[in-house]
């Protein structure tokens, strides 16, 4: 009992035993902005519960941060590596030859990077790896780290792709509803994208490698939390040691326990904050539709036309993201008397605005989860991989949005567009859905709170890193 004792107090004031050196975990991210956001959240969770973190980048990724912005308040170090591709970036047109040369290069220069930093005095004792990433574990291993996978998917859509891996759904499937533990009955229109090695042969390997060595993890963390995926994550936890640490939405947002955490601190765009927020600041009452498809999805020409009018058309103001790249797209300017189009804005700040009454969206994980943890109800226009998934959940599973679906040729047409507008901001189903949405946000934020299930699992993540877990 003694040593108990003993221990726990060392780890209440690690930060004044400087005999003992700071327990330090290095993070590996998938390099893109929805990849880095969740990884970079967890970090600064880490670092408010005495851990020292370090964010090892691409090259590449290093050199395009905003470094304007202030990474240097976040107490996060930043080191990098190679992924073979250091002036160019990621190659999404030959993802299989970019994962191949990411795995050998990094590799290595992972290893060299956890070599210096032991050198440096700054020994590492865990590695947090993008689940993406699976070589990161056999790296982590070799040093004898704890290694620990973050997927920033949901539970849901990964225990899908395990059954892939596990050579238990195959495409083309024989039936057209798909039933697979803990999780409602899907569609196969409603299967992640890259369930066929048909149509995303290299996506597809990207996915189903995730699970080749996730035994030997020592957590395998989500960024999700319990409440909303309680059952998959009990039928995933009755073989691997899963951990929900979400969502990672900056705590001002949700428990407001970290007091400078307002947003991701990195971008690899190049923000203009405050055009948008002007112009929500003179809009009513949650009057406000709010438009975008992430940093990657990218729209048919005739798609966005029939966008423009759907909002045109429902006579709501609207703040439209488009990508500078994708503006050629739009139809004619005087659709935009009641809309304001933007090449970026700070979702989060946007979300949390009270003019602000629903967001159409393309369902990424990443922007889910945020609309959850603001209480925004959404207008679902899912593209391809986790999203269709993600759709059905929002719609059928947490009550939060409807889905505006497509016709035959896969386009969702602007009357279609129109009506899911009207009635979430107008119609009876919309008042059921607000009320929905803000029972999650309070949900969120209890789970991120001080005692809840993500803030408790980050604790006993942070418990083993210290090694003080012996009695558990």
Same mark, same amino acid.
């Given at each position: 009992?003694?040593?108990?004792?003993?221990?726990?107090?060392?780890?209440?004031?690690? %930060?004044?035993?400087?005999?003992?050196? %700071?327990?330090?975990?290095?993070?590996?991210? &998938?390099?893109?902005?929805?990849?880095? /956001?969740?990884?970079?959240?967890?970090?600064?969770?880490?670092?408010?519960?005495?851990?020292?973190?370090?964010?090892?980048?691409?090259?590449?990724?290093?050199?395009?941060?905003?470094?304007?912005?202030?990474?240097?308040?976040?107490?996060?170090?930043?080191?990098?590596?190679?992924?073979?591709?250091?002036?160019?970036?990621?190659?999404?047109?030959?993802?299989?030859?970019?994962?191949?040369?990411?795995?050998?290069?990094?590799?290595?220069?992972?290893?060299?990077?956890?070599?210096?930093?032991?050198?440096?005095?700054?020994?590492?004792?865990? *590695? $947090?790896?993008?689940?993406?990433?699976?070589?990161?574990?056999?790296?982590?291993?070799?040093?004898? *780290?704890?290694?620990?996978?973050?997927?920033?998917?949901?539970?849901?859509?990964?225990?899908?792709?395990? %059954?892939? &891996?596990?050579?238990?759904?195959?495409?083309?499937?024989?039936?057209?509803?798909?039933? *697979? =533990?803990?999780?409602?009955?899907?569609?196969?229109?409603?299967? =992640?994208?890259?369930?066929?090695?048909?149509?995303?042969?290299?996506?597809?390997? *990207?996915?189903?490698?995730?699970?080749?060595?996730?035994?030997?993890?020592?957590?395998?963390?989500?960024?999700?939390?319990?409440?909303?995926?309680?059952?998959?994550?009990?039928?995933?936890?009755?073989?691997?040691?899963?951990?929900?640490?979400?969502?990672?939405?900056?705590?001002?947002?949700?428990?407001?326990?970290?007091?400078?955490?307002?947003? &991701?601190?990195?971008?690899?765009?190049?923000?203009?904050?405050?055009?948008?927020? /002007?112009?929500? /600041?003179?809009?009513?009452?949650?009057?406000?539709?709010?438009?975008?498809?992430?940093?990657?999805?990218?729209?048919?020409?005739?798609?966005?036309?029939?966008?423009?009018?759907?909002?045109?058309?429902?006579? %709501?103001?609207?703040?439209?993201?488009?990508?500078?790249?994708?503006?050629?797209?739009?139809?004619?300017?005087?659709?935009?008397?009641?809309?304001?189009?933007?090449?970026?804005?700070?979702?989060?700040?946007?979300?949390?605005?009270?003019?602000?009454?629903?967001?159409? +969206?393309?369902?990424?994980?990443?922007?889910?989860?945020?609309?959850?943890?603001?209480?925004?109800?959404?207008? +679902?226009?899912?593209?391809? +991989?986790?999203?269709?998934?993600?759709?059905? &959940?929002?719609?059928?599973?947490?009550? $939060?949005?409807?889905?505006?679906?497509?016709?035959?040729?896969?386009?969702?047409?602007?009357?279609?567009?129109?009506?899911?507008?009207?009635?979430?901001?107008?119609?009876?189903?919309?008042?059921?859905?607000?009320?929905?949405?803000?029972?999650?946000?309070?949900?969120?934020?209890?789970?991120?709170?001080?005692?809840?299930?993500?803030?408790?699992?980050?604790?006993?993540?942070?418990?083993?890193?210290?090694?003080?877990?012996?009695?558990?």
């Amino acid at each position: 009992m003694n040593s108990n004792s003993k221990e726990n107090k060392i780890s209440n004031n690690s %930060h004044h035993n400087h005999h003992h050196h %700071h327990n330090h975990v290095l993070l590996l991210p &998938y390099p893109t902005q929805g990849h880095l /956001n969740p990884m970079l959240q967890f970090a600064k969770r880490l670092v408010s519960k005495g851990i020292k973190a370090t964010v090892a980048a691409t090259i590449f990724v290093h050199n395009s941060l905003d470094l304007a912005s202030p990474i240097s308040n976040l107490n996060i170090d930043f080191e990098t590596i190679s992924d073979g591709y250091d002036k160019t970036g990621r190659s999404v047109s030959h993802i299989e030859a970019y994962l191949e040369t990411f795995r050998d290069v990094g590799s290595r220069t992972l290893s060299d990077l956890i070599t210096r930093l032991g050198e440096a005095g700054r020994p590492v004792d865990a *590695l $947090v790896y993008d689940s993406f990433l699976p070589w990161g574990l056999d790296v982590a291993k070799g040093f004898g *780290l704890v290694g620990a996978a973050l997927f920033t998917q949901s539970c849901a859509v990964n225990a899908a792709y395990y %059954h892939v &891996y596990k050579g238990l759904l195959r495409h083309p499937l024989p039936e057209k509803i798909v039933s *697979l =533990p803990s999780l409602p009955p899907l569609e196969v229109s409603e299967l =992640p994208s890259f369930y066929s090695p048909e149509s995303y042969p290299g996506y597809h390997c *990207l996915v189903v490698s995730q699970f080749s060595n996730v035994d030997k993890a020592d957590f395998v963390l989500f960024n999700s939390f319990l409440e909303l995926e309680k059952e998959t994550v009990e039928w995933m936890g009755k073989f691997w040691p899963v951990k929900t640490v979400g969502p990672t939405v900056p705590s001002m947002f949700l428990d407001k326990r970290l007091k400078n955490d307002k947003d &991701y601190g990195i971008n690899l765009g190049k923000p203009n904050n405050d055009t948008c927020i /002007n112009w929500l /600041n003179d809009k009513p009452f949650g009057s406000v539709v709010y438009v975008s498809f992430g940093t990657v999805a990218a729209l048919e020409a005739e798609q966005m036309g029939e966008l423009a009018w759907g909002l045109k058309k429902s006579k %709501h103001y609207f703040l439209w993201v488009v990508r500078e790249s994708e503006t050629t797209k739009l139809p004619l300017q005087e659709t935009f008397e009641q809309g304001l189009v933007v090449n970026w804005c700070p979702q989060l700040e946007v979300l949390a605005h009270k003019s602000l009454g629903c967001f159409l +969206t393309h369902c990424g994980f990443n922007s889910t989860l945020e609309a959850l943890s603001l209480g925004v109800p959404l207008v +679902t226009m899912p593209q391809w +991989t986790d999203q269709t998934t993600n759709a059905k &959940y929002v719609e059928d599973v947490w009550g $939060v949005g409807i889905r505006a679906r497509p016709d035959e040729k896969g386009i969702v047409r602007r009357e279609v567009v129109e009506n899911c507008i009207k009635e979430l901001m107008e119609g009876e189903k919309g008042k059921e859905i607000k009320k929905n949405a803000t029972k999650w946000r309070n949900l969120a934020i209890e789970a991120v709170g001080q005692g809840g299930s993500s803030d408790e699992n980050i604790a006993e993540f942070v418990a083993k890193v210290a090694g003080f877990n012996s009695y558990s």
